[in-house]
C-alpha cells in the first residue's frame, strides 16, 4: 500500500467519524429545537461528506494512476 492510498483511507475514515459526530448533533439540535445548533450541525454534515467525496476521488484517482 503506498502513501497515497493509505492518506485516502484516513481522511475517509476521518470524514466517516465526523459524519458520526455530526449525526449525533443534529438529533440533540432536534430535541433541544435549538436552531443555532441546528445550523451547525447541518454544516458540519456537509463537511464530512465533502471530506469523504474527496477521499473517495482521491483513491479513485489513486487507482487510475
Same mark, same amino acid.
Given at each position: 500500500?503506498?502513501?497515497k492510498?493509505?492518506?485516502?483511507?484516513l481522511? =475517509? +475514515?476521518? @470524514?466517516? *467519524?465526523? $459524519?458520526?459526530?455530526?449525526f449525533s448533533g443534529?438529533k %440533540? #439540535?432536534r /430535541?433541544?429545537?435549538?436552531? =443555532? +445548533?441546528l @445550523?451547525n *450541525?447541518? $454544516?458540519?454534515?456537509a463537511?464530512?461528506?465533502?471530506? %469523504? #467525496?474527496? /477521499?473517495v476521488?482521491?483513491?479513485?484517482?489513486d487507482?487510475? *494512476?
Open positions: 500500500m503506498n502513501i492510498k493509505a492518506r485516502g483511507f481522511g =475517509l +475514515a476521518g @470524514a466517516v *467519524a465526523g $459524519a458520526v459526530g455530526a443534529f %440533540a #439540535a /430535541a433541544k429545537k435549538d436552531k =443555532l +445548533a @445550523a *450541525a447541518i $454544516a458540519s454534515i463537511v464530512a461528506v465533502t471530506g %469523504a #467525496a474527496l /477521499a476521488r482521491a483513491l479513485r484517482k487507482e487510475l *494512476a
